[in-house]
Each structure stands twice: as C-alpha cells, then as structure tokens.
C-alpha cells in the first residue's frame, strides 16, 4: 500500500524550535509516511541534516523581488507532487500553507508554533499575517498549537477554536538523557570541585530571556556565588559581547560565570548541569531547552510564562516573570538541595519527560491527527480541546 503523501511547508530550515521539531518529526514517522519539506527562505543550517535523511527541502526563497518567483515554484510543487495533507509551520508558511491548497481537497493544517503574549512585540509584517491568518482560521481542517497557553492567546486574539489541536513537544529520551561521563568532562573542563552546583542557561542574548535578571540574581546571594557556577550558552554568550562582559565584570562574576556562545552539541552539555535556568519574561510557548533538559535528568528552574510551569510540574522550580528577589530566592534553595535531594528532583523531571512528552508518543499524536482527518470523521474529540486536556 501506497504511503499517503505530506507536504511541509516552513519558514526556514534553521536550526530553531519549530524546525527541530519538524525534524524530529520527519525522521520519527519516515516508514508511515512519505514527506517532503519546502522552506521559504535560503537558510540552510538544517539542509544537509535534512538531506541525508532523504528530506532535501525544495527552497523557495520568499524574500523581496523573488516573492512572484518563490510562490509560482510552491505552487507548481504542490501541483507536481500532489499531496494528501499540507501541513503549514509558523505563521508566514500557513498563510502560504493556505494558498497552496486551494482548490484541493486534501486536508489543511496549520502548526502555529509561537505565543501571542502580545501582537505588539511582533514586526509589522507579522502583525499583518497574524491577521489575515485570523480572518482565514476557519479554512484550516486542524489548527495544532504546541502549548495550551498558545492556543488560548490565539483564540482570544480571534482564532477560530473549533478545530484547535495542542500536541506539545517531544523530546528523544536516549539522545538526550542522564550521562556521567559528559558531566565528568564537562565540569573538569572548567575545572570545578565536586561540591560546586552548575547551573545552565542555554538560549540566545534577548531580552525575552531575561540573562540580565538571571545575572542579578546570582551576583544578589553571596551564597550561591560561592557554591555554584553559571554557564550561559546560545547565540550572543560569548567573548565578543562587550556588553555583556561588562555586565558581569561590574557584578564582580569574572570568576563565577562561563560563556560557552552557539552549541550544537547542547545533549553533551545538559548532563552536567545541576539546574536548568529560564527566567524568561514573556513570549515562550513550550521551550524545546526545558524538555531536553529534564530529559537528560536535570531540574529546571522557570518563570511561569507560556507552559513552562505546566511542563516543569512539581520537579523543579517556579517564579514570577521579571521577580529577581524570586528567582535569587529560588537559586538559593537549589543551590541548598542535598546531591541526593537534587538527583531525586532530576530523576523525576525525566520521568515527567518519559510519561508525557517522549518524541515516539508525540509522533503516534500527528499520525493520529492526520488519519482522522484522511477518514474525514470529525475533526477534533472533545477531549483534545486544550482545556479539557492534561498532558501530565
């Protein structure tokens, strides 16, 4: 029998969140079914892994004077390879997601992807494909949102909720997962004694992710400097940020603090670390970090915005966006833990991962999707609305 045929069509083949999970997704479900990916944009850094996995993305370069060219080459991709889904990634791809299935009769799917905390943070031209994906949401058969707070914000902002979907990330427990011998490296590496507590922020230099209050904080309790260590990691933690080296040298945490700048080997990095660090102050959804993390057995401590509070359960730590006398008093208190007390917690933040968020259950969830809107039954099961679900 013939693979049924899925057409993804997504922004840009970037190493980010949506474009991971797409990934893992693609390379999780080849033996069901028979995928391609078109990319909107002439990024590449995905291309090759995509590629030698037999997902070579068909690139039309949306941007400027191209913009004609590239939707006449979706189009007439869509046309040539006939698909029986098109599954859209993030907002520009759905808008063209929905261009491409007109006139056809194969189910259409939008995978939103983003928070909406508020549309005034967004560009002007994302403003208004934001609402123009508004005015069109009833067209889609299923909207998928990989967070319940998303899909809340996007109703409230006009979204139709009748065909809403929240599939939350899945995360590869044996890629990422507790290893001893990475943390021994790592930490020797920066030469740290056995009793020092290391704590992880992996993420890019925004003011999203609130680095600053993370820096505050740990320079606030001399306690914490004294016992732990801080490694930032992510597109902008490295030496050529002056102001950012500043920043710490004036909070006297020369010493204290490591940069490891953009990693792609982010499941070496995570085993060591004895705490996860997100404060981060709006904006996230269901940040891939904090599943990997747990993944690989570590706590993680996070600001209560988006999902973060809902993935991190009772397994780790939970403030108030933008409260550094929180998020000091919660490093205190991890910094405080028994290495007993702190395994017990990692331990349990990994079994949270396997029980609810493991990447082949994530996976058995879109070809669950996929085949109910094939059997053109209804679209959604009650109990899929993401105020009726509890993910764990």
Same mark, same amino acid.
């Given at each position: 029998?013939?693979?049924?045929?899925?057409?993804?069509?997504?922004?840009?083949?970037?190493?980010?969140?949506?474009?991971?999970?797409?990934?893992?997704?693609?390379?999780?479900?080849?033996?069901?079914?028979?995928?391609?990916?078109?990319?909107?944009?002439?990024?590449?850094?995905?291309?090759?892994?995509?590629?030698?996995?037999?997902?070579?993305?068909?690139?039309?370069?949306?941007?400027?004077?191209?913009?004609?060219?590239?939707?006449?080459?979706?189009?007439?991709?869509?046309?040539?390879?006939?698909?029986?889904?098109?599954?859209?990634?993030?907002?520009?791809?759905?808008?063209?997601?929905?261009?491409?299935?007109?006139?056809?009769?194969?189910?259409?799917?939008?995978?939103?992807?983003?928070?909406?905390?508020?549309?005034?943070?967004?560009?002007?031209?994302?403003?208004?494909?934001?609402?123009?994906?508004?005015?069109?949401?009833?067209?889609? %058969?299923?909207?998928?949102?990989?967070?319940?707070?998303?899909?809340?914000?996007?109703?409230?902002?006009?979204?139709?909720?009748?065909?809403?979907?929240?599939?939350?990330?899945?995360?590869?427990?044996?890629?990422?997962?507790?290893?001893?011998?990475?943390?021994?490296?790592?930490?020797?590496?920066?030469?740290?004694?056995?009793?020092?507590?290391?704590?992880?922020?992996?993420?890019?230099?925004?003011?999203?992710?609130?680095?600053?209050?993370?820096?505050?904080?740990?320079?606030?309790?001399?306690?914490?400097?004294?016992?732990?260590?801080?490694?930032?990691?992510?597109?902008?933690?490295?030496?050529?940020?002056?102001?950012?080296?500043?920043?710490?040298?004036?909070?006297?945490?020369?010493?204290?603090?490591?940069?490891?700048?953009?990693?792609?080997?982010?499941?070496?990095?995570?085993?060591?670390?004895?705490?996860?660090?997100?404060?981060?102050?709006?904006?996230?959804?269901?940040?891939?970090?904090?599943?990997?993390?747990?993944?690989?057995?570590?706590?993680?401590?996070?600001? %209560?915005?988006?999902?973060?509070?809902?993935?991190?359960?009772?397994?780790?730590?939970?403030?108030?966006?933008? %409260?550094? %006398?929180?998020?000091?008093?919660?490093?205190?208190?991890?910094?405080?833990?028994?290495?007993?007390?702190?395994?017990?917690?990692?331990?349990?933040?990994?079994?949270?991962?396997?029980?609810?968020?493991?990447?082949?259950?994530?996976?058995?969830?879109?070809?669950?999707?996929?085949?109910?809107?094939?059997?053109?039954?209804?679209?959604?099961?009650?109990?899929?609305?993401?105020?009726?679900?509890?993910?764990?």
């Amino acid at each position: 029998m013939d693979k049924k045929k899925i057409t993804h069509i997504i922004t840009s083949t970037t190493a980010s969140g949506a474009q991971m999970m797409l990934y893992k997704l693609l390379t999780s479900s080849s033996e069901l079914f028979d995928q391609d990916v078109v990319s909107l944009s002439q990024d590449d850094s995905l291309k090759v892994p995509l590629a030698q996995d037999g997902f070579e993305p068909v690139i039309a370069n949306m941007r400027g004077l191209h913009i004609p060219g590239a939707i006449a080459k979706l189009l007439l991709h869509v046309r040539s390879r006939q698909p029986d889904l098109i599954l859209g990634w993030m907002y520009h791809s759905c808008l063209m997601a929905s261009l491409a299935a007109v006139g056809r009769k194969s189910p259409l799917v939008w995978n939103i992807r983003h928070s909406l905390h508020d549309i005034a943070y967004e560009k002007t031209n994302t403003k208004l494909v934001i609402g123009a994906l508004a005015r069109l949401s009833k067209r889609p %058969d299923a909207i998928i949102y990989n967070a319940k707070s998303s899909a809340r914000q996007h109703e409230e902002y006009g979204f139709c909720g009748d065909t809403t979907v929240v599939i939350p990330n899945g995360f590869d427990c044996d890629k990422f997962s507790p290893d001893p011998e990475k943390r021994d490296k790592l930490r020797a590496s920066l030469q740290l004694d056995k009793g020092t507590k290391l704590i992880g922020m992996v993420a890019r230099v925004h003011p999203q992710k609130n680095h600053e209050g993370l820096l505050n904080a740990f320079a606030k309790e001399p306690h914490v400097r004294r016992r732990s260590h801080l490694l930032l990691t992510g597109h902008g933690f490295d030496q050529s940020n002056s102001s950012l080296l500043e920043r710490i040298d004036r909070l006297g945490l020369k010493d204290h603090v490591t940069l490891f700048g953009a990693r792609s080997d982010i499941e070496d990095i995570l085993p060591a670390l004895d705490i996860l660090a997100l404060p981060s102050l709006f904006g996230e959804a269901f940040p891939n970090v904090v599943g990997e993390a747990m993944a690989c057995g570590v706590s993680c401590l996070v600001s %209560d915005v988006g999902d973060c509070a809902w993935i991190v359960g009772d397994t780790g730590f939970v403030i108030k966006p933008g %409260d550094e %006398d929180a998020l000091s008093a919660a490093l205190a208190e991890a910094i405080g833990l028994t290495p007993d007390q702190t395994m017990n917690r990692g331990n349990a933040a990994r079994e949270r991962i396997l029980r609810s968020f493991e990447l082949r259950q994530i996976t058995n969830r879109y070809g669950d999707l996929y085949r109910t809107l094939w059997d053109r039954s209804p679209v959604l099961d009650t109990n899929t609305k993401p105020q009726q679900t509890d993910f764990g």
